[in-house]
Every structure is written in structure tokens, then in C-alpha cells.
């Protein structure tokens, strides 16, 4: 994907992630948006928040399964 690609994708992340606010994998979607089109600090922000949303997810499956 070029950056133009990734330019107009980021919007859509962006509104996917304030929909889906703990979904992991949009949180990176719109990491890597943001790192392709050289917004650093904005992409670091959102692969962070994929990392958090991730463990929470982990810990939430682990609870309910144990044994998982």
C-alpha cells in the first residue's frame, strides 16, 4: 500500500476505533495508518493503546477460561 492508501484509510480507522473503542486490531490498523503516512507520535499512541487493548482482551479470556 502506498501512502495515499494509507492517508485515506486513516479516517476510517480512526472512526472504526471510536465505534469499537476496545478492539485491538483496529488500534493497530490505525497505528500503522498513521506510521505510513509519518505521524510518529500519533501511530506510538495507537500501537500502544492496541497493546493495552490486547492484554485486556487476554486477561477477560483467561478469567473466563482458566484453563486457557
Known amino acids: 500500500a502506498g501512502k495515499g492508501d ?5 479516517p ?7 465505534l469499537r473503542p476496545t478492539d485491538a ?3 493497530h490498523r490505525l497505528g500503522a ?9 500519533a501511530a506510538v499512541g ?3 493503546r492496541a497493546g493495552r487493548e490486547a492484554r ?8 473466563l477460561n482458566p484453563a486457557a
Open 6 to 10: 494509507w492517508a485515506r484509510a486513516e
Open 12 to 18: 476510517a480507522y480512526a472512526r472504526y476505533t471510536e
Open 25 to 27: 486490531d483496529g488500534w
Open 33 to 41: 495508518a498513521r506510521f505510513y503516512t509519518e505521524r510518529y507520535s
Open 46 to 48: 495507537a500501537f500502544r
Open 56 to 63: 485486556e482482551a487476554r486477561h477477560q479470556t483467561e478469567a
